[in-house]
């Protein structure tokens, strides 16, 4: 059980926006070593049972795109893509439920990491939706909390937190589920700004390398 934990954060450590590089290369030896999904195994049922009981709570209804998020799934696909899609109300995602603004406004806030940038950012989400021929591909459009000038928790980085706009950018961005997406605390701060933190389930380890070494040493190769 202890490696079993220590395991689990390692995998999350790892996919944490700012891991180290020589880190980052010991991934495909932790996931051989440490498999999410080996058939027979426990964690495997219990995976399949999770997936299956989100599918029945699944609301779908086809809809079609509003032009902007259409436009800008367009963009992010490089082609033509049809407006007919699969909307989600709800949706789970690394085993937290999401939502749509106008669905569950607080269950809509997250943060997520742009592609080809190394930075977390604060986004409510507007539509979680999948292509009608392609449902396996889920997506959703976000419009962005806009940055402000304040430098109240620069001096608390491992915190989290951060002062934004209450406004949100006016342009949607397309972000598949497969992209580091994590739930969010949102706080009032003051007239027009909240206070937005991601909340990121990991434990620090006192030596990540010594974490690794343990980890590797106690396998059966």
Known sequence: MKSFCAASQLKVLVERPGCPKVLEKCVPILHECFPNSKIGTLMHDIHTLDQEEHAKKVK???VDLEEDIHSAFELYK???QPKRVNQYVRYDINGRGFAMEN???RNSI????????????PAVIRQIFSPVSKGDQIFIAV????EVEDSTFKSYTDFGAGIWSQERSLQVEI???TQRIYAANRR?????????RPLI???RFPSIFEAVVDLLLNQDF
């Open 103 to 105: 669905t569950t406004p």
């Open 143 to 146: 419009h962005r909390y806009q």
């Open 175 to 177: 972000v598949p589920i």
């Open 110 to 121: 997250i943060f997520y990491q742009p592609l080809n940038e190394q930075i977390l950012v």
């Open 78 to 80: 490089k082609e033509k």
């Open 201 to 203: 389930e990991v434990h």
């Open 188 to 196: 009032q701060w003051a007239d027009n700004r909240v206070v937005l």
């Open 60 to 62: 779908v209804k086809e």
